[in-house]
């Protein structure tokens, strides 16, 4: 096992984490170490700041082909709970968040077995020529390789629609675990590891910003863990096109896995301040409180985060799965959060580009 202390002092001559050091880093128990290295790094880069933004969560339909089992938001279309926003329905819940001053709207939703690509185009539109001063952070990788399927246009043709339709950002949802062992067995059927980094790298050639995620705490291992930063690393030395990095703990209440409990404190803890380390070319690290709870994604601003997300307005994905947190909250209880951390609350906008509060 490496000493922990030659990875810091790698870390001071500005040498980057291999392979080697991540896994080190991910068996550690020393969590306080852990986070006075990661604290330091993440105040090179945003000293005290924390970043949020106001925004409205929007998933257009919980039907879904691919049925992954570590999750219990998609159903199929006869299942009782399954339903479809029209475009009427989806203007109208953002209409309503309007009020609360969103800058966002986040947009992902099941791959539905019969709308076509001219709905999720539709949609994106419609949103755009109506709230033109909003941007619209929408559809993974996974989606994207999926509207490819069913229109029989490319990955790139894809992209090129849904931007000249008004789509200003990916999330970075869909990424799981890049690990072929780990989406062979819990979501054969949606884009693989590869396909998913070739499309963001697409992505971003064509200007498009956006996250990376790693939804961990089921099957994976810490060596998946550590290949999967690697690559996301790798492909943000090629593009620099990934803004923040969230690591999403697995909830797995009604899943496929429900025998799995939630990742500890502790746990979690030690991931974030792994990914600032690893991360070394990630501006951000995001916490983020839907998942986490208020309480770890406080404590995760003195373990290299630096963003807890936004407002969300209703979060229904993670809630299906045993989430205990609020399904939003307002721009003042997100500062509140911020400053008992002993943080700086910062709005910005979906670009991080910082707002006058």
């Not at 291999?18 to 080190?24: G, H, I, M, Y």
């Amino acid at each position: 096992m490496i000493d922990i202390q030659i990875i810091a002092d790698k870390l001071k001559r500005r040498e980057r984490i291999a392979r080697e050091d991540a896994l080190c880093l991910l068996r550690s128990t020393d969590i306080l170490a852990l986070g006075a290295m990661a604290g330091a790094e993440k105040r090179k880069r945003t000293a005290d700041k924390v970043f949020f933004n106001v925004n409205c969560h929007v998933n257009l339909t919980n039907i879904c082909v691919s049925r992954c089992t570590f999750c219990a938001f998609s159903c199929d279309k006869d299942a009782p709970q399954a339903y479809t926003m029209t475009e009427q329905e989806v203007l109208a819940r953002v209409r309503a968040a309007l009020p609360l001053g969103i800058t966002e709207v986040h947009m992902v939703s099941g791959l539905h077995p019969d709308k076509p690509f001219a709905y999720y185009l539709g949609i994106v539109r419609a949103l755009k020529q109506e709230f033109p001063s909003v941007h619209i952070k929408a559809f993974t990788p996974v989606e994207l390789l999926y509207f490819s399927d069913i229109s029989g246009l490319t990955v790139h043709a894809i992209l090129e629609q849904l931007i000249d339709a008004g789509l200003g950002s990916l999330p970075g949802g869909g990424a799981e675990v890049l690990s072929p062992r780990v989406r062979e067995a819990l979501c054969p059927k949606k884009a693989t590891a590869r396909q998913w980094l070739d499309i963001m790298g697409m992505a971003h050639g064509l200007g498009l910003k956006s996250n990376a995620t790693l939804l961990w705490g089921h099957i994976e291992t810490d060596e998946e863990i550590a290949d999967h930063l690697l690559s996301l690393r790798e492909l943000q030395d090629k593009t620099g096109g990934f803004q923040t990095f969230i690591p999403l703990p697995f909830h797995s209440a009604n899943t496929g896995l429900t025998s799995r409990g939630r990742p500890t404190a502790f746990e979690q803890l030690r991931l974030f301040a792994v990914s600032r380390l690893v991360l070394d070319n990630f501006d951000h690290i995001k916490a983020y409180w839907i998942m986490t709870g208020l309480k770890i994604a406080q404590l995760a601003l003195l373990f290299g985060a630096d963003d807890v997300d936004g407002t969300v307005v209703e979060e229904r994905i993670t809630h299906a799965a045993g989430a205990d947190t609020a399904q939003g909250l307002t721009r003042n209880e997100l500062m509140d959060i911020i400053r008992q951390a002993g943080r700086q609350p910062v709005q910005r906008d979906t670009l991080y580009n910082e707002l006058t509060l």
